[in-house]
């Protein structure tokens, strides 16, 4: 269903107003709003969209990494457990991931210190330029069909696994450096599980670059005081490869869809989440699946969670993908069109609102 353009207030007003703060959704409600401005309205078709029920069965896999290195005991058991919950479920918890408890915990620690920052010391940062590689914005809706998300996101764009450290913030730089130092080692990992998973060499998905590159995305959902009639991040599927996420031990609220229904992904301190996105399912032939999910805007907060989207290398950006030609073959033809990763960014942009993934317009 199309969402009418709101004409009883002036839109485009209150839109600007709040980007003129520069202070994002936390500035909101420091300044003290008991009501949400109207762009924070999401139609009631997506907030109550079927199915309602969420219900706490069958629970999102846990796959426990111990084992895992070249030759380890439990490698081929763990590929096994991977590709069944990338092929089913599109998401799993990751356990013994190799990543130190003490370095989550100063990451989602870091996370709050920035957005708690004095709105001063954040509102150079705050842009809707998404060419650059450090900003701090709330993505205010920039049409007025569509619908803004209660929630700040700070981003560091690693482009080729590197970025300038004079261009992150001080007061979380150390913790970045460091997260995305494992979050590449973790990548390796996984990237050479996914490849194994597919049948294919360990090497497959490392030698055609699509998980080089990281988008952390740093984000702080503000208790809501109206969180019935907005979402912290509406229904979408990740527009990337890959994405590994880091939420907070206390809060809780992200779900996913799974066979129809909405399935709670309750925080558990230490695990980190993995999900495929839609441009793995596109390479693999729909075998991975990109799942669609979402987190509630709820009356208590600040919720964090730390998202690394996984993406291409600047060289590799420039080249098209398509279908693994491995997983192809005289019963399997390709499902999508080659496609530019910018193509589809674009494409996804500009359509910015849809309740349907990007994903079935770049089908042949
Ligand atoms: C995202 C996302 C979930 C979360 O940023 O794409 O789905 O828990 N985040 O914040
Ligand atoms: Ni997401």
Redesign the pocket.
């Known amino acids: 269903m199309v969402v009418s353009a709101p004409t009883d207030y002036d839109w485009a007003k209150e839109v600007k107003e709040f980007e003129d703060t520069r202070a994002g959704v936390k500035g909101l409600v420091d300044s003290g709003a008991t009501k949400i401005p109207k762009f924070f309205v999401h139609p009631p078709e997506k907030l109550h969209d079927q199915p309602v029920a969420v219900r706490a069965m069958p629970e999102m896999p846990e796959i426990d990494f111990t084992g895992v290195e070249r030759g380890g005991m439990r490698r081929r058991e763990v590929v096994e457990q991977i590709g069944r919950a990338a092929r089913e479920w599109g998401f799993f918890r990751m356990v013994n991931h190799g990543v130190p408890v003490s370095t989550l915990d100063a990451m989602l620690a870091a996370t709050k210190r920035f957005h708690e920052q004095p709105t001063e010391a954040k509102k150079e940062l705050y842009s809707g330029d998404a060419t650059q590689k450090v900003r701090f914005t709330s993505s205010g809706p920039t049409r007025c069909t569509d619908v803004a998300c209660w929630r700040d996101i700070l981003t560091c764009f690693h482009t080729d696994d590197t970025l300038d450290p004079e261009l992150i913030p001080q007061v979380c730089r150390n913790e970045v450096q460091e997260y995305v130092k494992y979050m590449i080692k973790l990548r390796e990992t996984m990237s050479e599980l996914l490849s194994e998973a597919l049948g294919l060499r360990s090497d497959y998905l490392s030698s055609i670059e699509c998980l080089k590159s990281e988008a952390l995305?740093m984000?702080y959902y503000p208790s809501c005081p109206e969180p019935n009639l907005t979402m912290g991040?509406a229904k979408?599927s990740?527009t990337t490869f890959l994405t590994v996420?880091l939420?907070d031990y206390t809060i809780g609220g992200?779900q996913i869809l799974h066979q129809n229904q909405w399935v709670d992904v309750p925080p558990i301190h230490g695990t980190l989440i993995a999900n495929i996105g839609d441009l793995m399912q596109m390479i693999t032939n729909d075998k991975f699946k990109s799942v669609e999910?979402r987190?509630v805007a709820q009356p208590i907060g600040p919720r964090l969670?730390v998202?690394c989207f996984f993406l291409p290398n600047s060289k590799r950006m420039a080249k098209p993908f398509g279908a693994i030609k491995e997983l192809l073959s005289e019963n399997e033809s390709p499902i999508y069109r080659e496609f530019l990763c910018h193509e589809y960014f674009d494409f996804y942009k500009n359509n910015y609102g849809l309740v349907t993934p990007a994903l079935p317009h770049f089908k042949l």
């Open positions: 995305a984000l991040n979408h990740d996420l939420q992200l999910h987190v969670s998202a």
